[in-house]
């Protein structure tokens, strides 16, 4: 959720560290700030609000020193304040520390350290952490001084319990960096002279795309010449190396006023990216090459379970629809912070899917590894390569849409939303799907880049009505079958990026209830499909336009609307109903990326958010 940014070389620390809080951003922004070394004790800045405002309204360009950190925070324990926010300082001043995640028995600790005469500045738990490790420092002097720093940290965290990524420097130690996480990610990146250690590698690729990706459990150890790695019971581990293959032109704006706007015009691309090298030869299924379970396994598997949040969540929704139509196998969707808790019965021969763009959402790891613990097989589906999902799970499909920066999820959601479409593809070419179906999908899928080019060519037109919609404070989405969870899609984004209340639901639901909201003062977006559902969708329209309710319409083609039935209407190309979905989902991204822009909200950034819920 927070981001931290660490670095140790020859060069200036704060300017690589600010650039990298700046790409860091996203992850959390309510407050930010920076400690340097600097001759035995710490240059530090810190300021609640945006990491540009701790650029300009502080001396931390100006800090000379080549060892540093910096953090954005996005608050769990304690307002945002500047007091509140990190680099935290232990009460003797010889740690400075960042942390990301929450440390859950803190209360206990602080009253122990306070009976020993440690003070707190602030009501975070990280201080606390700080705090501790400056004890065990105080408290066994006698280790030998080379290790003295890494030990205390080690005896402290072993102390703790909840989830964390951390950064700590001691001001004795002038160039040397001790990280270390349980829960929360963090990446070292290992440069031409220089290391930098950060929780997303879009703070790295600036400077190295090698990396080695750290472990729940251990802890990393940085000096100018080298660096080790060593768990918490102070086992040596060997460090695996990994490249990124993202450079760093996918992590910039490209002309695009927003990352949102970037990624949902990137979306052509990154579908056929997502696509790319996973059709059989015989063009008549999708092939899979990390799943990690053989095709007979998989053709026994009796249920499906998918696991996700948020978005994720309705993309899983979609391909249940796909999977149950076209593979008639059936599958369940659980919010992954409601299955581990639910305890509901299980199949023997389930398979579980988590979805999930960053790899890193707590609910969904928590929800894989209690799948696992019950000895299912768990397979996921990632954007972040080198997650935790990803290196936790038994195999599954990368997205490689590249980089998301945008906290609104779009073009990793359209993503998951094909992976769904080819794995019932997958699964039904298994059993009832015929070679000519298969055909007739498959193409359909390699033709979809080229109908959401389509869509996106109207985005002018969705901007005009935008801008006249961008009044309202109610919203309802409506759509029927594989268009229900776009209509929840289509609500979370209004939501989420301009604060306008949106509500989704099944078409013919509304009437059960949400029907009460409708006035001229609440607009209803229809998503409206040709063939059987039509005329149904049109029945809901009428008993909207009955009740002065104004309708925009999302309608393929050959939909002939009733004359003055819809106010607006975006018309999007008839398609195959695997990818129907997608091409529905791209005219209520435009229409809410328009409405935020026409109210100047910070489309990128939106209140309260972060793209990476690394805590419960
Ligand atoms: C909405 C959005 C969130 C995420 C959710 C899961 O636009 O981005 O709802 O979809 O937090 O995140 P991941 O996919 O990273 O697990």
Same mark, same amino acid.
């Given at each position: 959720?927070?981001?931290?940014?660490?670095?140790?070389?020859?060069?200036?620390?704060?300017?690589?560290?600010?650039?990298?809080?700046?790409?860091?951003?996203?992850?959390? @922004?309510?407050?930010? &700030?920076? *400690?340097?070394?600097?001759?035995?004790?710490?240059?530090?800045?810190?300021?609640?609000?945006?990491?540009?405002?701790?650029?300009?309204?502080?001396?931390?360009?100006?800090?000379?020193?080549?060892?540093?950190?910096?953090?954005?925070?996005?608050?769990?324990?304690?307002?945002?304040?500047?007091?509140?926010?990190?680099?935290?300082?232990?009460?003797?001043?010889?740690?400075?520390?960042?942390?990301?995640?929450?440390?859950?028995?803190?209360?206990?600790?602080?009253?122990?350290?306070?009976?020993?005469?440690?003070?707190?500045?602030?009501?975070?738990?990280?201080?606390?952490?700080?705090?501790?490790?400056?004890?065990?420092?105080?408290?066994?002097?006698?280790?030998?001084?080379?290790? =003295?720093?890494?030990?205390?940290? =080690?005896?402290?965290?072993?102390?703790?319990?909840?989830? @964390?990524?951390?950064?700590?420097?001691?001001?004795?130690?002038?160039?040397?960096?001790?990280?270390?996480?349980?829960?929360?990610?963090?990446?070292?990146?290992?440069?031409? &002279?220089?290391?930098?250690?950060?929780?997303?590698?879009?703070?790295?690729?600036?400077?190295?795309?090698?990396?080695?990706?750290?472990?729940?459990?251990?802890?990393?150890?940085?000096?100018?010449?080298?660096?080790?790695?060593?768990?918490?019971?102070?086992?040596?581990?060997?460090?695996?190396? #990994?490249?990124?293959?993202?450079?760093?032109?996918?992590?910039?704006?490209?002309?695009?006023?927003?990352?949102?706007?970037?990624?949902?015009?990137?979306?052509?691309?990154?579908?056929?990216?997502?696509?790319?090298?996973?059709?059989?030869?015989? &063009?008549?299924?999708?092939?899979?090459?990390?799943?990690?379970?053989?095709?007979?396994?998989?053709?026994?598997? #009796?249920?499906?379970?998918?696991?996700?949040?948020?978005?994720?969540?309705?993309?899983?929704?979609?391909?249940?629809?796909? +999977?149950?139509?076209?593979?008639?196998?059936?599958?369940?969707?659980?919010?992954?912070?409601? !299955?581990?808790?639910?305890?509901?019965?299980?199949?023997?021969?389930?398979?579980?899917?988590?979805?999930?763009?960053?790899?890193?959402?707590?609910?969904?790891?928590?929800?894989?590894?209690?799948?696992?613990?019950?000895?299912?097989?768990?397979?996921?589906?990632?954007?972040?390569?080198?997650?935790?999902?990803?290196?936790?799970?038994?195999?599954? +499909?990368?997205?490689?849409?590249?980089?998301?920066?945008?906290?609104?999820?779009?073009?990793?959601?359209?993503?998951?939303?094909?992976?769904?479409?080819?794995?019932?593809?997958?699964?039904?070419?298994?059993?009832?799907?015929?070679?000519?179906?298969?055909?007739?999908?498959?193409?359909?899928?390699?033709?979809?880049?080229?109908?959401? =080019?389509?869509?996106?060519?109207?985005?002018?037109?969705?901007?005009?009505?935008?801008?006249? @919609? *961008?009044? !309202?404070? #109610?919203?309802?989405?409506?759509?029927?079958?594989?268009?229900?969870?776009?209509?929840?899609?289509?609500?979370?984004?209004?939501?989420?990026?301009?604060?306008?209340?949106?509500?989704?639901?099944?078409?013919?639901?509304?009437?059960?209830?949400?029907?009460?909201?409708?006035?001229?003062?609440?607009?209803?977006?229809?998503?409206?499909?040709?063939?059987?559902?039509?005329?149904?969708?049109?029945?809901?329209?009428?008993?909207?336009?009955?009740?002065?309710?104004?309708?925009?319409?999302?309608?393929?083609?050959?939909?002939?609307?009733?004359?003055?039935?819809?106010?607006?209407?975006?018309?999007?190309?008839?398609?195959?109903?695997?990818?129907?979905?997608?091409?529905?989902?791209?005219?209520?991204?435009?229409?809410?990326?328009?409405?935020?822009?026409?109210?100047?909200?910070?489309? #990128?950034?939106?209140?309260?958010?972060?793209?990476?819920?690394?805590?419960?």
């Amino acid at each position: 959720m927070c981001g931290i940014v660490g670095y140790i070389g020859t060069q200036k620390a704060s300017s690589i560290i600010l650039e990298g809080l700046k790409r860091l951003e996203y992850r959390g @922004y309510d407050s930010a &700030g920076i *400690a340097v070394q600097k001759n035995g004790r710490f240059d530090i800045a810190k300021k609640a609000g945006r990491v540009e405002g701790l650029i300009k309204g502080t001396a931390a360009q100006k800090f000379s020193g080549t060892t540093g950190m910096g953090h954005t925070r996005w608050a769990t324990h304690g307002g945002v304040t500047d007091a509140n926010a990190h680099p935290h300082l232990s009460s003797d001043g010889k740690f400075a520390l960042i942390h990301n995640g929450i440390i859950e028995n803190y209360e206990s600790i602080k009253r122990f350290l306070l009976s020993k005469g440690y003070t707190f500045a602030s009501e975070t738990d990280t201080e606390v952490l700080c705090n501790l490790i400056a004890y065990h420092y105080q408290k066994e002097p006698a280790v030998e001084d080379a290790s =003295r720093f890494l030990e205390s940290v =080690r005896k402290a965290l072993r102390h703790i319990e909840g989830a @964390y990524g951390i950064a700590v420097m001691c001001a004795d130690y002038p160039a040397e960096i001790v990280a270390a996480r349980k829960g929360s990610p963090l990446i070292l990146g290992v440069g031409d &002279g220089e290391y930098m250690l950060a929780s997303d590698v879009s703070a790295i690729i600036s400077r190295t795309q090698n990396v080695v990706y750290l472990k729940d459990g251990e802890i990393l150890h940085i000096t100018v010449r080298n660096f080790s790695i060593t768990t918490l019971d102070a086992a040596d581990v060997s460090p695996v190396f #990994d490249r990124v293959s993202w450079s760093i032109a996918d992590a910039d704006l490209n002309g695009h006023a927003h990352f949102m706007e970037k990624e949902i015009f990137e979306q052509p691309a990154a579908l056929e990216n997502t696509m790319r090298g996973r059709f059989s030869e015989d &063009g008549s299924t999708a092939n899979f090459g990390g799943l990690n379970i053989s095709a007979v396994d998989f053709r026994h598997v #009796d249920r499906f379970h998918f696991l996700a949040c948020g978005s994720a969540w309705h993309a899983c929704l979609v391909a249940e629809q796909l +999977i149950e139509r076209f593979a008639r196998v059936p599958v369940e969707v659980d919010y992954a912070s409601e !299955f581990r808790y639910r305890n509901s019965p299980l199949e023997r021969s389930a398979l579980f899917f988590t979805f999930s763009q960053s790899g890193e959402t707590i609910d969904t790891l928590a929800a894989l590894r209690e799948a696992k613990r019950k000895g299912y097989k768990v397979l996921a589906v990632n954007n972040v390569v080198g997650s935790t999902i990803a290196r936790e799970s038994d195999g599954g +499909i990368y997205q490689h849409v590249g980089p998301e920066i945008g906290v609104a999820s779009t073009k990793a959601f359209t993503s998951q939303l094909l992976i769904g479409a080819m794995l019932a593809l997958y699964i039904g070419r298994m059993r009832d799907l015929s070679f000519s179906d298969g055909v007739e999908y498959v193409q359909a899928l390699k033709g979809v880049p080229d109908l959401v =080019r389509q869509v996106l060519a109207q985005a002018p037109h969705i901007k005009e009505i935008a801008r006249r @919609y *961008a009044k !309202f404070q #109610d919203f309802l989405f409506l759509g029927r079958l594989s268009l229900f969870p776009v209509a929840l899609e289509g609500a979370l984004k209004l939501k989420e990026i301009s604060y306008i209340h949106a509500e989704g639901y099944p078409a013919a639901e509304m009437k059960h209830g949400p029907i009460a909201l409708i006035s001229e003062q609440c607009p209803s977006v229809f998503f409206v499909p040709s063939g059987e559902m039509f005329s149904k969708v049109v029945s809901s329209m009428q008993e909207i336009k009955a009740r002065k309710g104004r309708i925009i319409a999302v309608a393929t083609e050959d939909c002939a609307l009733p004359a003055g039935l819809a106010d607006e209407i975006i018309r999007i190309p008839e398609c195959h109903e695997a990818v129907l979905p997608i091409v529905a989902t791209v005219p209520v991204q435009l229409l809410s990326y328009y409405i935020a822009v026409e109210l100047q909200r910070d489309v #990128d950034k939106p209140r309260n958010l972060a793209k990476s819920v690394t805590v419960e």
